[in-house]
């Protein structure tokens, strides 16, 4: 016997749990930690500009990773778990194609409220349109908020299911 079998690396069940457990962690750490801090200790133009660069990329791994683990899964295909790998990578999608599009779209509007100086009114209080351009991306950032717990939600709902074939294994 080899060290490879007896380690059982022979088989997909410690690489999809090292890939699930980067997956989960990953978005769990980034969204709940790294998010946090960055938001406290940078300005608002240098936190719109590092999640502007980092989203695309967190997104589409929230698309790719569920459908990764389906592939790689070491149990038995269940509609359950399939289905809310689903939802991790559907959501995935929404963000990507639908939410920071909206996102970001209000950013660029409010950037060009500033360049033009109607970001305030005289008082220095934010001007009708910046709190107007504020209201909706507060409204689009929530449901992007949502959606992201929602992905997330589903993954531990997964990694619940992984768990308790886990528990039926015998050593």
């Known amino acids: 016997m080899s060290i490879i079998q007896a380690l059982g690396l022979n088989t997909r069940v410690p ?24 938001f406290k ?10 999640q502007s660069k980092v989203f695309p990329y967190y997104f589409k791994y929230q698309i790719t990773s569920p459908l990764i ?14 289905g809310a790998l689903a939802v991790s990578s559907f959501a995935g999608l929404i963000n990507l194609f639908f939410l920071e599009p909206k996102c970001h779209a209000v950013k660029e509007e409010r950037t060009k409220l500033i360049a033009i100086s109607k970001d305030k009114k005289d008082n220095g209080e934010p001007s009708d349109e910046m709190v107007a351009l504020n209201k ?15 992905s997330l939600a589903s993954l531990a709902v997964y990694g619940t299911t992984l768990a308790k074939g886990l528990s039926k294994l015998h050593y």
């Not at 699930?20 to 998010?35: C, E, I, L, Q």
């Not at 200790?41 to 590092?50: G, H, I, N």
């Not at 683990?69 to 399939?82: D, E, Q, S, W």
């Open 15 to 38: 690489y999809h749990f090292l890939f699930y457990s980067f997956t989960f962690g990953g978005t769990a750490f980034y969204s709940y930690v790294v998010s946090p801090i960055l």
């Open 41 to 50: 200790k940078l300005s608002r133009e240098e936190f719109s500009t590092v």
């Open 69 to 82: 683990l389906a592939l790689i899964t070491p149990f038995n295909y269940c509609p359950f778990t399939l």
């Open 136 to 150: 909706t991306f507060g409204r689009w950032h929530g449901l992007s908020t949502l959606v992201n717990i929602v």
